[in-house]
C-alpha cells in the first residue's frame, strides 16, 4: 500500500444511510475512535447516547464538539477515560486501519470494551485484502505526520479479529460499504 492522505473533510458530510446502518449496531456508551469531525458521535449524541469521539488532529476534535460531541484529542494506544466499560468502540470511515496493525489495534480495542462489548467496524469492499503503509490525515490546511495505516476487506476480518480475541458476529454491506460487528471470543 502505496503512502497516501485520508482527507477527514471526505468525513465532514452529513450521516448517510450506511452511516445509520452502522450506528443502529451501537448499543449503550460508544467510544467513536478516529471521530474526525464528529459526524457519527454528534448524531449518536443526539440519539441519546453516551459517546466520546477521540481524534489525533486537534481541528478535527474541536469541530465535533462544535458539532454538539464529546471529543478529545487522544490516540487510542494512550491511556483513555472509562477504560474497560464501553459498550461499543466505533470504527467508521476506514479507521480500523489505524496504526497499521489492525490485530493490534483490535486487541487494544478490546481492553477498552465492557465484558458484554463489541467493535463495530467499517471495513474494505470484498477483494481489498489486508494492506499496510503510510497516510497523512488532512484537515484543511492540517496535517499529521505520515502515519502506520491498513486496510481490512471484508475477506480478511474473520482471521485478524480471532487473532486479536474477538469473534465475528455480523457483517452487513450497505449503500457499498460494509461493516462488522465484533465481540469477545
Same mark, same amino acid.
Given at each position: 500500500m502505496s503512502a497516501h492522505v485520508l482527507d477527514l473533510e471526505d468525513w465532514d458530510r452529513p450521516v448517510d444511510a450506511p452511516d445509520r446502518a452502522f450506528l443502529d449496531r451501537c448499543v449503550g456508551p460508544t467510544l467513536d475512535v478516529g471521530c474526525g469531525p464528529g459526524r457519527l458521535a454528534a448524531a449518536l449524541a443526539e440519539r441519546g447516547h453516551?459517546?466520546?469521539?477521540?481524534?489525533?488532529?486537534?481541528?478535527?476534535?474541536?469541530?465535533?464538539?462544535?458539532?454538539?460531541?464529546? %471529543? &478529545?484529542? @487522544?490516540?487510542?494506544? +494512550?491511556? =483513555?477515560?472509562?477504560? #474497560? /466499560?464501553?459498550?461499543?468502540? !466505533?470504527?467508521?470511515? *476506514?479507521?480500523?486501519?489505524?496504526?497499521?496493525?489492525?490485530? %493490534? &489495534?483490535? @486487541?487494544?480495542?478490546? +481492553?477498552? =470494551?465492557?465484558?458484554? #462489548? /463489541?467493535?463495530?467496524?467499517? !471495513?474494505?469492499?470484498? *477483494?481489498?485484502?489486508?494492506?499496510?503503509?503510510?497516510?497523512t490525515l488532512r484537515w484543511g490546511v492540517d496535517a499529521s505526520d505520515p502515519v502506520r495505516w491498513a486496510v481490512v476487506g471484508v475477506d480478511d476480518i474473520d482471521q485478524v479479529a480471532l487473532d486479536a480475541g474477538l469473534l465475528v458476529g455480523d457483517v452487513v454491506e450497505v449503500g457499498g460499504r460494509w461493516c462488522a460487528v465484533m465481540e469477545r471470543a
Amino acid at each position: 500500500m502505496s503512502a497516501h492522505v485520508l482527507d477527514l473533510e471526505d468525513w465532514d458530510r452529513p450521516v448517510d444511510a450506511p452511516d445509520r446502518a452502522f450506528l443502529d449496531r451501537c448499543v449503550g456508551p460508544t467510544l467513536d475512535v478516529g471521530c474526525g469531525p464528529g459526524r457519527l458521535a454528534a448524531a449518536l449524541a443526539e440519539r441519546g447516547h453516551v459517546v466520546l469521539g477521540i481524534d489525533v488532529l486537534g481541528r478535527a476534535v474541536g469541530t465535533a464538539v462544535r458539532r454538539g460531541a464529546s %471529543a &478529545l484529542r @487522544r490516540d487510542v494506544f +494512550e491511556r =483513555l477515560p472509562g477504560e #474497560g /466499560r464501553w459498550s461499543t468502540v !466505533l470504527l467508521a470511515d *476506514g479507521n480500523v486501519g489505524i496504526g497499521g496493525d489492525p490485530v %493490534a &489495534l483490535l @486487541r487494544r480495542l478490546r +481492553e477498552l =470494551l465492557s465484558a458484554d #462489548g /463489541r467493535v463495530v467496524a467499517e !471495513l474494505g469492499p470484498p *477483494g481489498a485484502g489486508l494492506r499496510t503503509g503510510w497516510a497523512t490525515l488532512r484537515w484543511g490546511v492540517d496535517a499529521s505526520d505520515p502515519v502506520r495505516w491498513a486496510v481490512v476487506g471484508v475477506d480478511d476480518i474473520d482471521q485478524v479479529a480471532l487473532d486479536a480475541g474477538l469473534l465475528v458476529g455480523d457483517v452487513v454491506e450497505v449503500g457499498g460499504r460494509w461493516c462488522a460487528v465484533m465481540e469477545r471470543a
